[in-house]
Structures are given as C-alpha cells and as structure tokens.
C-alpha cells in the first residue's frame, strides 16, 4: 500500500487537483466490471482522484482498455504520449500475449493491469506510478499552458475561409518549435475540409455528438485523423443535406479538452452565425474574419463585424484577414477599412495558379509552393504567433504582407 504520508508534487501536462493534492486519473474502458472496480480502488487512496467528466483538464494518468483492434489502441497511445505530454498511460485487458505486451510498452504504455482487476496489482502499480513523479521533479515546473484558439470566420461564402484555415494549421505545424496543432472543422454547412488535405475521415464531430457525455481523452484521439505531417484533424461530419446539427455544449467541451493537448487549435467556423459557431467564438483567443475587396463581399462583412461588436465580443479579439489582394488594390483597402471601422490584420496575396494547384492536389500550400509569396505569407502569418520565432520575422502590420509584391507580379482569380 502506497505511504498514505506521501504528497504528490506536479509533473509536466498531468494535473493536479489544488484542493486535495490528488493526482487526476481518467478511466477509458467499456468493461463495466473492470472500471467499477478501478474506480473503487482509485477512490480509496488518497493520493489520486477520479477526473471529473466535465474537466476537460489533462490527467496525470489515463488507465485505457486495449480494443478489439489492439493496433487501432497503440495508435491512440502513441498519439497521446507525444500530445498529451506528462500524461502517463496504464494498458488493462482481459489477457495479453507476450508481442502485443510489448507493442504496447513500445506505444508507450507504462503498466498492464489484468482482467479480472487485481486489488494488490493496481496498488503496486499506482505506487510506481508516484515514484517515477517523484523521480522527475523538475517537470513540475513544465506545466502545461492552454493552447491558443484561432477562430477563422468568413464575412460571407466564397471568401477562402476553409483555405486560409487548413493553411494557417499546415504553416504553424511546421514551425521550428515543433507545436502541437489540432484543426477542427465547426462549419456544419460545408463540411469539406477534408479535401483540402486529400484525407477521408472514418470518425468526425458526428461521433461526439452522438454521445456528448462519453468524450475522454482516449475517445477523442480516436476520432482525430492524422494528416501526413503530424496535424490532427476533426472533420465536420455536416452539411447542407445533413440530419441533425452540434449542439453549442458539445463543442464547447470538445474544444476545451483540445485546448489543453495542443499548442494551437485551429478552427474554420464557416460564415454562418448560429448558436454553435457563436459559442465556438466565445472560446477562440482570436477571430479572423475573413474578406476580400469586393462590394458584395464588404456589405456582408460589415454586418458581420457589427453583427460580433454587438454580441460582446471585444474589439482586441477581432482581426480582419483581406484574401486575394492585389498590390494596386492599397487605395481601395484604405476605403474599406474606414467602412468596416477595421484596419486589415493580414494581407494575402492573390496566387489563383498556386492556390489552385494547392487545393485540388490535397496539399497545403507550404508544400505545393512554398516560395511563392502566398506561401511566405502563410509562413509569416503562422511566425507571428509563435513566442520562439525570431521577432523579425513576426510581422502582422499591414506594411509587413506588401512587400511580396514588389518582386513578384500575380494573376488575379
């Protein structure tokens, strides 16, 4: 039995509650005889506390149960242990031979519990897990921040908003200091962000929806799909035609839980404002609003950023994106500003060859033409929000996205 004395310091990503000192455990397990008797044990030592479902906090232990596909498992675990830093994973089956034991331990599990639960193997366990806490104290100090929300919201349809979303994702993915970047799919009138990076979803926001209640840490890494560079997507699952539509709770505790395992979450949010897409702008750090130079384009625009000033939202949190500018275009964005009553936060530059090429190839601009001046763009865009990319680099005034221009000429859409 573990030393009842003992008090738990903090390690890197885990969470520990203020109040009774107890590491958070989360319990993924569909046997309903092997969580009951986890729970009870868990319970009893003083030391941990049963992670409550509506904390979207990370655990400092996941206790996940292998699936009937055990690869579809190391998948998940794997997934977690480089997101979800600091959060430890215990593996609990029925039986387990030798290889997938091993597989598992490679995947990064730490400890198998056997089916039936064994009261002294949980305990020994539970007391290793403390000693290897103890044994990192200076992770403690690693405690992980919530991530940023980038909201990507069109002024109307047709504006690039879905293009802009994937390619910001794509360009912060690839930043120098390696962030963790999860980008989610709000638009339930559209839905086809997928294509855009060439990829078929098997799970989507349709699963959670499903069952609001039953979205933990391991269920929600078994709905991301993984694009080829790391990026994990959660696909819409809706559009037009679609029976049923998200309700603004389930993307509120989706979007929490992502934020604290990933650095950015990225999210395209359509153009238009329901209930569901105005709760998922209450918790994004920023709102793009997206526009372009054209007056249907402007009029709808404007409604909309009076539309968001009206409903509460803060000034210091809206930003306006311009998509497809020219370099002749500066009189006219000098016009629209002062119509809007908001100076342009990032000027993309009109590329149709590129952008074109990048979207029907099912690759993100970074790749398809990465020195392009639409693709630098991106670059810059994805730099300014990183703390460890040289300053220099961090150019989000306007004066900061002309100067591609003057070296390269671009054909409009």
Not at 49 to 60: E, F, I, R, W
């Amino acid at each position: 039995m573990a030393d009842s004395s003992w008090k738990p310091k903090r390690v890197s990503g885990g969470t520990v509650d203020s109040n009774t000192s107890a590491f958070k455990v989360e319990l993924s397990i569909q046997s309903s005889e092997a969580k009951k008797a986890l729970e009870e044990l868990v319970s009893q030592n003083e030391n941990f506390q049963l992670k409550d479902s509506n904390d979207a906090a990370s655990p400092s232990l996941l206790i996940l149960e292998l699936q009937e596909n055990p690869e579809e498992t190391f998948s998940v675990i794997r997934d977690l242990v480089k997101v979800a830093r600091g959060t430890e994973i215990f593996l609990t089956a029925p039986k387990l031979d030798s290889a997938i034991l091993l597989e598992a331990m490679r995947a990064g599990a730490k400890e198998f519990l056997a089916q039936p639960i064994q009261e002294k193997e949980v305990e020994d366990a539970l007391s290793r897990f403390q000693e290897r806490a103890v044994a990192t104290p200076g992770k403690g100090e690693d405690i992980k921040k919530e991530g940023k929300v980038l909201a990507f919201f069109g002024g109307k349809g047709g504006v690039g908003t879905t293009c802009i979303a994937v390619n910001t994702a794509a360009a912060l993915m690839s930043l120098p200091s390696k962030p963790r970047v999860a980008l989610v799919d709000v638009n339930q009138h559209g839905g086809d962000l997928p294509l855009y990076l060439d990829i078929q979803p098997s799970h989507s926001f349709r699963d959670i929806a499903a069952d609001p209640s039953r979205v933990d840490q391991a269920f929600l890494f078994r709905i991301l799909t993984k694009y080829e560079s790391g990026l994990q997507v959660l696909a819409s699952g809706y559009d037009d035609l679609s029976t049923g539509r998200l309700s603004p709770d389930c993307v509120e505790a989706t979007l929490r839980m992502l934020q604290v395992n990933f650095d950015y979450v990225v999210m395209d949010c359509g153009h238009v404002l329901d209930l569901t897409t105005k709760k998922a702008l209450e918790l994004a750090s920023l709102i793009m609003v997206t526009s372009t130079l054209m007056v249907p384009v402007v009029h709808r625009t404007k409604r909309i950023l009076e539309l968001l000033r009206g409903s509460g939202f803060p000034q210091s949190k809206l930003r306006l994106i311009m998509n497809r500018f020219l370099s002749g275009e500066k009189d006219v964005l000098a016009e629209t500003e002062e119509i809007l009553k908001q100076k342009a936060h990032w000027l993309v530059p009109n590329d149709y060859p590129s952008v074109s090429h990048s979207v029907n190839s099912g690759k993100p601009l970074i790749e398809t033409a990465p020195k392009t001046a639409v693709g630098k763009s991106y670059m810059d865009f994805a730099h300014s929000f990183d703390e460890q990319s040289d300053k220099s680099k961090s150019k989000s005034s306007v004066l900061g996205w002309l100067s591609p221009f003057k070296s390269k000429k671009t054909q409009p859409a």
